[in-house]
């Protein structure tokens, strides 16, 4: 809960703050991340020949995104952005049934807030931040010798917190590296198509190690 105040202060205090002329300027920043998320214990409703527990084990993945800010001073700046992220999934029903292959995975808008703070030289600039998140859709799919089930969800609500350092290239261009968390927990995922039942109780927590670079306008 307190996390949750903090995103949201952060970013109303940096959408609000008045525009600066001399320097204000827009900015786009592609990035793409190795993505790691802990293992996962669902309920599992209709799927496969018994109710229950289902244990989801989950490797590393990646993630890619794209966002389009404005920098308000040299302190302050905000951001609407897009990310898609995956991670490979092997998943074990109640019954005991095993998918071996399939990927759980996700598309997240996002707003961010970022503070940066005094530069550790005339080039490298330490930031934080934090953002809300609002899931497109989260999906799981369940893949094994040809059979593949597949169950979505949308619409919830989530932070991120992180905290980066960026590189000046020239006045346009900079380079940026990031370590970021997000938490959006408790998904109940329906079956798509002709896929039946339901997979209730997903978290949804990943960490990020990303790279990206930034362009001003």
Not at 153 to 182: K, M, N
């Amino acid at each position: 809960m307190y996390l949750r105040k903090f995103s949201f202060a952060l970013i109303l205090s940096s959408m609000t703050l008045p525009t600066y002329a001399e320097d204000g300027s827009w900015f786009v920043r592609p990035y793409v991340g190795l993505s790691q998320m802990s293992n996962l214990t669902a309920t599992s409703e209709s799927v496969g020949s018994a109710d229950g527990s289902s244990d989801i084990q989950l490797d590393n993945g990646f993630t890619t995104g794209f966002g389009v800010g404005y920098q308000y001073n040299e302190n302050w700046a905000a951001e609407l952005a897009w990310e898609y992220r995956t991670n490979d999934s092997e998943v074990t029903l109640p019954d005991g049934k095993i998918y071996t292959d399939g990927n759980y995975a996700s598309n997240i808008f996002f707003i961010n807030g970022f503070y940066y703070f005094k530069p550790f030289s005339e080039s490298i600039k330490p930031y934080i931040g934090a953002g809300l998140s609002w899931i497109q859709e989260v999906d799981i799919d369940l893949e094994e010798g040809g059979t593949e089930l597949s169950y979505s969800g949308d619409g919830d609500l989530g932070f991120q917190l992180f905290a980066g350092i960026e590189y000046e290239l020239s006045d346009r261009w900079a380079l940026q590296t990031e370590l970021r968390y997000g938490s959006t927990g408790d998904f109940d995922l329906q079956g798509e198509e002709n896929t039946t039942g339901k997979i209730n109780g997903l978290d949804y927590e990943p960490f990020t190690l990303q790279v990206g670079a930034k362009f001003n306008f």
